[in-house]
């Protein structure tokens, strides 16, 4: 997947909310849970200051919610809210690169690394000009 291409764009911001947000819930197939359990253990290493870290549930698609209901969801429909992020990549595709950047941002020091995610650093989220991006994507 090429550096700053549309999905990669999304899927950085996904793995900073992963990364990031309160109490998660992330819903994934069965198959998935021994490697999340291993990201959520190298959190709890790169991030000692956390107090809590995501619960892993099954699901058959990849959502992500939290307590004010942001998530991220994967399939092949827009969802209503802006306040979703979407990824318009099958289940199977999107977890292992999802995986990726999320070790790949805990590598660089995040939230801490510079021009890697930290919200004070670059501009807001606009999930809506994902979308627009994102839609002929589809895979």
């Known amino acids: 997947m090429e550096e700053n291409s549309p999905l990669w764009l999304a899927l950085r911001e996904a793995g900073r909310r992963v990364l990031s947000l309160g109490e ?14 291993r990201l959520i253990l190298n959190m709890s290493d790169a991030l000692p200051q956390r107090i809590t870290f995501p ?20 399939n092949h429909y827009s969802p209503a809210s802006f306040e979703t992020l979407w990824l318009p990549v099958r289940t199977e595709v999107v977890l292992p690169a999802l995986e990726q950047m999320c070790s790949e941002l805990l590598l660089a020091g995040y939230p801490g690394c510079e021009g890697c995610g930290y919200r004070e650093n670059e501009d807001g989220w606009d999930e809506e000009m994902s979308r627009k991006n994102l839609h002929g994507f589809m895979e």
């Open 55 to 74: 619960s892993i549930e099954t699901g058959q698609h990849l959502t992500v919610k939290d307590s004010e209901d942001r998530m991220i969801l994967t």
């Open 24 to 37: 998660i819930s992330i819903q994934i197939p069965v198959e998935n849970h021994e490697r999340w359990h």
